[in-house]
Nanobody, 116 residues
């Protein structure tokens, strides 16, 4: 069973930065897409960023220009660098790994809290 473990969340002041990590239990080359989502309290989970197995990236409008998704294949880890954080970015951030056979795996999430 694939395991994804997120880390790097915490409390930060508005304008600050955090780097989230998502460590996979197997080679991330086995996943066609890896994504970061977030879920704010009382809202639906929303996509933040996507990275393909070849390194292509895509960002949702909500955080575009403030986040960068990247991957370290040797460490089987995907990162989300978040800058200029705002209180409305407060959410539980999740990592997912999708395979072309339709399987999608989720981590447990890491909490990000941005104070004003």
């Amino acid at each position: 069973q694939v395991q994804l473990v997120e880390s790097g969340g915490g409390l930060v002041q508005a304008g600050g930065s955090l780097r989230l990590s998502c460590a996979a239990s197997e080679s991330i080359f086995s996943f066609n897409l890896m994504r970061w989502y977030r879920q704010c309290t009382g809202k639906q989970r929303e996509l933040v960023a996507t990275i393909t197995s070849s390194g292509g990236t895509n960002y949702a409008d909500s955080m575009k220009g403030r986040v960068t998704i990247s991957r370290d294949n040797a460490k089987n880890t995907v990162y989300l660098q978040m800058n200029n954080l705002k209180p409305e970015d407060t959410a539980l951030y999740y990592c997912s790994a999708w395979q072309i056979n339709g399987r999608n795996y989720w981590g447990q999430g890491t909490q990000v809290t941005v104070s004003s």
